[in-house]
């Protein structure tokens, strides 16, 4: 599935960059990112998924998905310019 449809899909409340390219898979653990894969930024008890950001961007994430307010979004935007970063309402 292209970012763009998988965008379509989730509604997101914001989106930084372009959403291009083809999505490979989908992952909230920085280690198994592929190209192509979608980060998913989730706080957790120990670690903020923010923390993983750069080294998700750096294996090659297409996107980053996190549940965020835009201005925390634009604030803490970290990894390479390629990556789309996606904002979504906590569900």
């Given at each position: 599935?292209?970012?763009?449809?998988?965008?379509?899909?989730?509604?997101?409340?914001?989106?930084?960059?372009?959403?291009?390219?083809?999505?490979?898979?989908?992952?909230?653990?920085?280690?198994?990112?592929?190209?192509?894969?979608?980060?998913?930024?989730?706080?957790?008890?120990?670690?903020?998924?923010?923390?993983?950001?750069?080294?998700?961007?750096?294996?090659?994430?297409?996107?980053?998905?996190?549940?965020v307010g835009?201005?925390?979004?634009?604030?803490?935007?970290?990894?390479?310019k390629e990556t789309?970063?996606?904002?979504?309402?906590?569900?």
């Open positions: 599935m292209g970012l763009g449809a998988l965008a379509d899909v989730v509604a997101p409340e914001r989106v930084v960059g372009v959403p291009a390219g083809d999505v490979i898979g989908l992952t909230a653990h920085s280690a198994e990112v592929e190209p192509g894969s979608v980060f998913f930024a989730i706080p957790g008890g120990t670690h903020d998924g923010w923390t993983f950001v750069p080294e998700a961007a750096s294996r090659g994430a297409v996107a980053v998905v996190a549940v835009l201005a925390f979004l634009l604030g803490r935007r970290r990894g390479k789309t970063y996606v904002e979504i309402r906590r569900v």
